[in-house]
């Protein structure tokens, strides 16, 4: 299979990309970027050619792309992407408005595109035993769950709010809803939120607490905010505690590590040891395509955590709660 990276503006296109080039079945051999230099230099990093004209691009001989574009030019490269048909992984957030997720989906499948959204969280070795235990009835009904998803503050685009659609709160609680629908079968009821900005000069959230209630009834706390310093080791956190009628599981996706202490460099660094989430995603995503197997992370999916984010700004921007309506029957 031969792959494009449409944009390599997103953290993740590096991790992406090298596990593409990994993957036995799959040649990385097109990139696109609307940044030249950032472009070629990405492109020659991975000895893929690059195109400064996307149509060119998408007639470079591909059979799907990884889009890792600005957040609020997703639904733009998606749509191209489908015209085009080919196959789809978007970074998340999949779109910044509901709207314009329900516009992408819509056109992958009038075209009969499959559209992936990259959560590479849900492919955690750590969450997926978690989704077991869940499933197996470990910890009894899930009553109440405590979630941080906290990170260092990225800059560049992802505080400029006309190409991230907003700061630490679009950025860190689509990881935590992905997981909660998938591993609870549950969706959002209510949520109350406070946002605000106290540890970088930017024009953006950096931190907040979001309190929620899920259709089952589960009670959720998410911290999503940018407070790790650039000292941290990592480049932040995901970690949960699941509060069961039965007992209780205390998550956290980074914990295989070894912890090196850099001489030269004066740096501590969390070197992790367990299987890559990122590679999975890949492996996932191509197997599914390969064998025209319905996506695993589904653009509904992605849609979905797109409602909780504009909920959750909502709420922080009248100070009360809103009240979801769910999917589910």
């Not at 990093?45 to 890792?68: N, R």
């Not at 940018?226 to 505690?241: I, L, Q």
């Amino acid at each position: 299979m031969n792959v494009g990276l449409l944009s390599s503006a997103h953290l993740h296109a590096g991790a992406y990309a090298k596990a593409l080039i990994k993957h036995s079945d799959v040649n990385l051999v097109s990139v696109w970027d609307e940044d030249e230099i950032r472009g070629r230099r990405f492109a020659n990093a991975y000895e893929a050619a690059f195109y400064e004209d996307l149509s060119q691009f998408f007639s470079s001989g591909i059979d799907s792309v990884v889009i890792c574009s600005e957040n609020t030019k997703h639904k733009e490269h998606v749509l191209a992407a489908a015209m085009a048909k080919k196959a789809i992984l978007c970074e998340k957030p999949l779109a910044t408005s509901t709207k314009d997720a329900e516009e992408m989906i819509m056109a992958c499948h009038q075209e009969n595109v499959p559209l992936h959204v990259a959560h590479p969280v849900r492919f955690s070795p750590i969450i997926t035993k978690t989704k077991k235990l869940l499933d197996e009835d470990t910890i009894g009904r899930v009553v109440a769950v405590n979630a941080t998803n906290q990170g260092q503050m990225p800059g560049g685009w992802f505080v400029n709010k006309s190409l991230s659609g907003g700061g630490a709160a679009t950025d860190r609680i689509v990881h935590i809803m992905d997981l909660l629908y998938w591993m609870l079968g549950t969706e959002m009821k209510s949520v109350y939120a406070e946002l605000d900005t106290r540890f970088h000069a930017i024009e953006v959230e950096d931190c907040g607490l979001v309190l929620a209630e899920l259709t089952n009834g589960t009670f959720v706390t998410i911290d999503p905010s940018w407070s790790r310093p650039t000292t941290f080791p990592k480049w932040g956190d995901v970690r949960m505690k699941l509060i069961g009628t039965k007992g209780n599981l205390e998550v956290d996706i980074l914990a295989q590590h070894f912890t090196y202490y850099a001489g030269v460099s004066e740096r501590t660094e969390q070197l992790n040891w367990s299987e890559d989430m990122n590679q999975r995603l890949i492996d996932d995503f191509i197997a599914r395509i390969q064998y025209r197997q319905p996506p695993f992370i589904s653009g509904e999916d992605g849609k979905k955590t797109v409602e909780v984010i504009q909920a959750v700004y909502r709420s922080a921007a009248s100070n009360q709660t809103v009240q979801m309506k769910p999917h589910l029957a």
